[in-house]
């Protein structure tokens, strides 16, 4: 079993969202993100993927945000989006939360157990008014 | 993860080199390509379809990218984001004389951590204070000693960790050998933008370069007929075309133009300087 998680866009209830290749936000305001994970084993070739509802007394999901810099790595505590599906989660950040754009890796904890994965080029931050230099 | 609270940078832009302040009018950084940016900017009018049925998804496309900003850091010699290095440099007489001219394996700089004298079983013997250490040239990769404060200026250094100005004699001893391998060690973030995640847009243009030239070589020669005709009781048709040199001038133009921004980018982070013995 190979976990992993598909970003999601445009949510609005558990039978109304759809896919997208990464997460485009702006920094400095709040956002909420939606994923949900997925067995890439049971990936189609067409690339159809079965999403994938974790079993346990006691689940935990984070979302990390990486950084080379200890003071900038981000790590947020997903929450269900829903009990009637298991797959769904969200993040929210805040305006002070400031992403880079890039990978985003997942930590999903079952009763104990950690198995970690990740988004490659999961999310894409925008600085309106300060892309003159970087 | 690298603690970089001891950083020492110039505090100007990494691109545009030495920019102290932009008004924002122009974008020239942005995050890395997204595969509808791929397909907008360089695979307009593409089919991305083969004769077999296959396709190029925008997983395939998001992989095409991951490879092209990969193919792009070799080719530069430059790391995309931001990254911590450390190496050890030697001890070159000349370089020694000239204020110890240091170029980093890595660059543009972005922040230097540390520059001492470690010896080879990695115990400190010499920090160099921040206070001495030239930043302004981090962005072609050079570091310079320049300690004209602590010899003229105030004694007093803050936030060194060398506490007296006992370095400079020690310095000064040591600038009689004329080559000492591995000598200097240095730690180090480089990379070719100060704001994580976000890149230079000719950088991102590259990488769509590279990823649109790999993409194209490949639908290209599945296009394997140049002509065809079809006749049946005496009428007849027939169409010819390009056949598997369908987008050669189209790769051309890529090739031309990824070698021009490879130029063109080592030649604003990178700089020639010669200093040797005579």
Not at chain 2, 42 to 54: E, R, S, V
Not at chain 2, 130 to 136: P, Q, T
Not at chain 2, 192 to 196: F, Y
């Given at each position: 079993m190979k976990i992993s998680a598909r970003v999601v866009k445009n949510y609005a209830n558990i039978n109304n969202f759809s896919f997208g290749n990464q997460w485009e936000i702006r920094a400095n305001e709040p956002n909420t993100l939606y994923f949900q994970l997925v067995d890439?084993?049971?990936?189609?070739?067409?690339g159809c993927q079965f999403r994938y509802i974790p079993v346990g007394t006691d689940i935990d999901v984070n979302v990390i945000f990486p950084s080379i810099d200890d003071d900038g790595d981000l790590t947020v505590a997903a929450a269900p989006v829903s009990a009637a599906d298991g797959s769904l989660w969200k993040v929210d950040l805040t305006a002070l939360q400031v992403p880079a754009s890039g990978n985003v890796v997942f930590e999903l904890i079952v009763d104990g157990v950690t198995r970690s994965f990740g988004i490659v080029n999961g999310i894409q931050v925008e600085y309106p008014g300060s892309e003159g230099s970087c | 993860m690298a603690n970089l609270n001891k950083s020492l940078s110039y505090g100007t832009a990494i691109y545009p080199v030495?920019?102290?302040?932009?008004?924002?009018?122009?974008?020239?950084c942005e995050p890395i390509l997204s595969p509808e940016q791929l397909r907008s900017r360089?695979?307009?009018?593409?089919?991305?379809?083969?004769?077999?049925?296959?396709t190029f998804t925008d997983a395939d496309l998001k992989d095409k990218i991951m490879l092209a900003m990969n193919e792009a850091e070799l080719l530069l010699n430059m790391t995309i984001n931001r990254e911590s290095f450390r190496q050890k440099l030697p001890m070159d007489r000349s370089l020694y004389n000239a204020y110890i001219h240091l170029r980093a394996e890595r660059g543009p700089i972005i922040s230097l951590e540390k520059l001492a004298i470690v010896s080879s079983n990695r115990q400190n013997i010499f920090e160099i204070p921040?206070?001495?250490?030239?930043?302004?040239n981090f962005a072609k990769r050079l570091i310079n000693v320049i300690p004209l404060m602590a010899a003229y200026g105030s004694n007093q250094l803050q936030g060194s960790t060398t506490s007296t100005n006992a370095g400079i004699a020690f310095l000064t001893i040591m600038g009689g050998l004329g080559w000492v391998p591995a000598y200097w060690e240095i730690e180090y973030t480089a990379g070719?933008?100060?704001?994580?995640g976000q890149v230079p847009v000719p950088v991102n243009e590259l990488i769509g370069v590279i990823a649109a030239i790999s993409i194209l070589s490949l639908i290209a020669p599945t296009n394997i007929w140049t002509s065809q005709s079809l006749s049946q009781d005496g009428v007849s048709q027939s169409s010819s075309g390009p056949g598997p040199q369908v987008y050669r001038i189209r790769l051309e133009e890529l090739e031309a133009k990824k070698h021009e921004i490879i130029k063109k980018l080592k030649g604003i982070f990178t700089g020639k300087f010669f200093i040797d013995n005579i």
């Open positions: 890439s084993d049971l990936a189609s070739k067409e | 030495h920019a102290d302040e932009t008004s924002g009018l122009v974008k020239r360089y695979l307009k009018g593409i089919p991305m379809a083969f004769p077999n049925g296959d921040a206070d001495w250490i030239e930043s302004a070719m933008s100060a704001k994580e």
